[in-house]
């Protein structure tokens, strides 16, 4: 025991960071599995909720296109005056009945349509005459359908298409369907005189969504009476389920794609579609656990993980002992370096790693003084380099697109035009080359954005006009050269490219102890709610000439000062620039500080 704490102080520096590496492997390991499988899990489930929400909108346009082929039938049956006649007459001979069941029959062929998906049909009078056109299908008498709780209830609901559910049953020859039914009724008197049934195996109802099923996907549809008229769960079928009823029809009142619902003693993720014309909904039942567990081995994931945290803890341990022996002992020399003032090399000896480190220390050591100088001499001239550069910037972006009016121009003609637009380029370029510390007045400043009025004006017309608005208490002051040139260049070019024409306000004046310029549009706007955070807010400055006018304008007077953004969808954009206000050179005055910061941060 005496051996163990003395080895543990001694190498404490090794004990630490194997310990620190071997919880952060772990934890790593741990974090890493346990993100992928919830990750994995998430993003699958969403994909498969995306997919199966059209699964059942697919599923629901077989259903509507069965029940608009059905609501075809039944009309056709009640305008056809050969079935009517013959559902009617009281007095027949038995000729004349052979003749009736050939002449119905061959109306019934005729109505007949391949949309009903394989489903019978069967005409029903009041004088008890049945014609089934499939009687291997549904063997019923006439008798027992008169008699039976769906003519009843169509007897009720005279005017209505009807579907209701029969489980199997004898009368049903032992198996399940859904029978599409309707009162024959005379148009005038609202009397019935028949019924019609269209009824389906709920095989063949299975078979609309046949092959949209799996393990742990299951789909059944419902009546509103809440009864499972059918699924590819068979033990469903016949089942009343009232809970799920209200859950869905909440789904489809709120219109939320899914819900989690309970179902048969367990939980499940539901989706719906409600089929107005057969009073049903069909609803999708995703078993999360079955599905997922499918997808992910998780067995083999956490073996996989404990392997690597095995092997990387062996590869840490090895590597930290052989480390730490030498990093120890230079550690001791480094912290007595305070005793001799920090001139005292350490001894270069060791391992590479400690040696490389011993000698950068001592490196350090030299340099430390002449860095420092250097440091402060960088500093001194950086502010300058930099200024220098964002104006470098601009000046060949502005003759860039100034220079592609002209080339325009001359292309079609536009001689004159082209004259005029280079005269008026002339005084912008002489005021955009020179020192970059210089500043001109807002009177010159004005005479510029006119110039460069007229250059644009000679490409778009009248289609946009700029209207230019100046106190005259601002003219004497002074502000940093091309400032407003690149938000005006930036409205002219920008935007209007949906909207081809509109207004450009262009506004200084001075506000309390600020001058204000702001350069404001009619255009297409940008939508502000993208940009949530001030990350994204920095891709409001993000043009050449725009995001070098912030920088230059904070550069030179502090991050009081800069350019706001303000636009909205459809509607313009706002730039406000806020300088100080300055009546000659910045180097030479006081410039007023507050606590508001502009632009992003």
């Keep these: 025991m005496k051996r163990l704490r003395e080895f543990i102080r001694n190498n404490r520096l090794f004990m630490k960071m194997f310990l620190v590496m071997v919880i952060s492997i772990v934890a790593v390991s741990v974090l890493i599995a346990f993100s992928t499988i919830r990750m994995s899990n998430n993003l699958f489930m969403e994909t498969f909720s995306i997919t199966n929400t059209k699964v059942l909108n697919q599923i629901k346009q077989e259903f509507e296109s069965f029940s608009n082929a059905v609501a075809s039938t039944t009309m056709n049956v009640q305008d056809n005056g050969t079935i009517k006649r013959l559902l009617t007459r009281e007095d027949m001979n038995s000729v004349e009945e052979s003749k009736s069941y050939y002449g119905i029959t061959e109306q019934l062929d005729r109505i007949y349509t391949d949309s009903l998906n394989q489903a019978n049909m069967i005409v029903l009078g009041n004088n008890g005459r049945l014609f089934n056109m499939k009687y291997n299908h549904w063997p019923v008498t006439a008798d027992a359908l008169i008699n039976h709780p769906i003519t009843e209830n169509l007897q009720k609901n005279p005017d209505e298409i009807l579907y209701q559910f029969i489980p199997a049953s004898e009368i049903s020859n032992g198996r399940d369907m859904v029978v599409a039914s309707k009162a024959l009724?005379?148009?005038?008197?609202?009397?019935?005189?028949?019924?019609?049934?269209?009824?389906?195996?709920?095989?063949?109802?299975?078979?609309?969504?046949?092959?949209?099923?799996?393990?742990?996907?299951?789909?059944?549809?419902?009546?509103?009476?809440?009864?499972?008229?059918?699924?590819?769960?068979?033990?469903?079928?016949?089942?009343?389920?009232?809970?799920?009823?209200?859950?869905?029809?909440?789904?489809?009142?709120?219109r939320k794609e899914y819900r989690d619902a309970e179902a048969f003693d367990k939980d499940y993720l539901m989706m719906s579609e409600s089929l107005p014309a057969l009073d049903m909904y069909v609803i999708n039942l995703i078993d999360q656990e079955v599905v997922v567990n499918n997808l992910i081995d998780t067995k083999e994931l956490v073996m996989i993980s404990v392997g690597i945290v095995i092997l990387a803890v062996g590869i840490v341990?090895?590597?930290?002992?052989?480390?730490?022996?030498?990093?120890?002992?230079?550690?001791?020399?480094?912290?007595?370096?305070?005793?001799?003032?920090?001139?005292?090399?350490?001894?270069?000896?060791?391992?590479?790693?400690?040696?490389?480190?011993?000698?950068?220390?001592?490196?350090?050591?030299?340099?430390?003084?002449?860095?420092?100088?250097?440091?402060?001499?960088?500093?001194?001239?950086?502010?300058?380099a930099e200024l220098e550069a964002l104006q470098h910037q601009i000046n060949p972006h502005f003759l860039y697109n100034t220079l592609t009016s002209v080339k325009f121009m001359v292309k079609e003609g536009k001689k004159e035009e082209a004259f005029d637009t280079i005269d008026a380029l002339i005084p912008l370029l002489q005021n955009a080359?020179?020192?970059?510390?210089?500043?001109?007045?807002?009177?010159?400043?004005?005479?510029?954005?006119?110039?460069?009025?007229?250059?644009?004006?000679?490409?778009?017309?009248?289609?946009?006009?700029?209207?230019?608005?100046?106190?005259?208490d601002c003219l004497h002051y002074h502000l940093p050269k091309l400032v407003i040139q690149p938000f005006l260049e930036n409205a002219f070019f920008h935007a209007f490219t949906d909207k081809k024409e509109g207004f450009i306000q262009i506004l200084i004046a001075q506000r309390e102890d600020k001058l204000v310029c702001e350069v404001v549009d009619t255009g297409d706007g940008m939508r502000m709610e993208t940009f949530r955070n001030q990350k994204e807010k920095r891709k409001l400055f993000s043009g050449i000439g725009i995001r070098n006018v912030h920088d230059r304008i904070q550069m030179l007077f502090g991050e009081h000062y800069g350019v706001e953004i303000a636009s909205e969808w459809k509607k313009g954009t706002k730039v406000k620039i806020v300088l100080p206000l300055l009546e000659g050179n910045p180097k030479d005055m006081t410039i007023p500080i507050n606590n508001t910061k502009i632009g992003p941060s």
């Design 185 to 254: 009724t005379e148009r005038s008197t609202g009397n019935i005189y028949g019924y019609v049934y269209i009824p389906i195996r709920e095989r063949d109802v299975h078979a609309f969504y046949e092959g949209f099923t799996s393990e742990g996907n299951s789909v059944l549809v419902m009546n509103g009476q809440g009864e499972i008229v059918s699924s590819n769960r068979s033990e469903w079928i016949g089942r009343r389920t009232p809970h799920l009823l209200s859950v869905a029809e909440a789904s489809d009142v709120n």
């Design 433 to 472: 080359l020179g020192n970059v510390d210089e500043t001109i007045t807002v009177e010159q400043e004005a005479a510029n954005i006119e110039h460069y009025i007229l250059i644009n004006r000679m490409r778009y017309g009248n289609k946009i006009k700029v209207n230019t608005l100046i106190s005259p």
């Design 317 to 384: 341990f090895i590597i930290s002992r052989r480390m730490t022996n030498s990093l120890s002992r230079l550690v001791g020399q480094i912290s007595n370096m305070s005793k001799y003032d920090f001139r005292k090399p350490v001894d270069e000896e060791g391992g590479y790693e400690a040696r490389k480190l011993g000698e950068a220390f001592n490196y350090m050591l030299n340099e430390l003084q002449d860095h420092v100088d250097i440091l402060l001499k960088t500093q001194r001239q950086a502010r300058k």
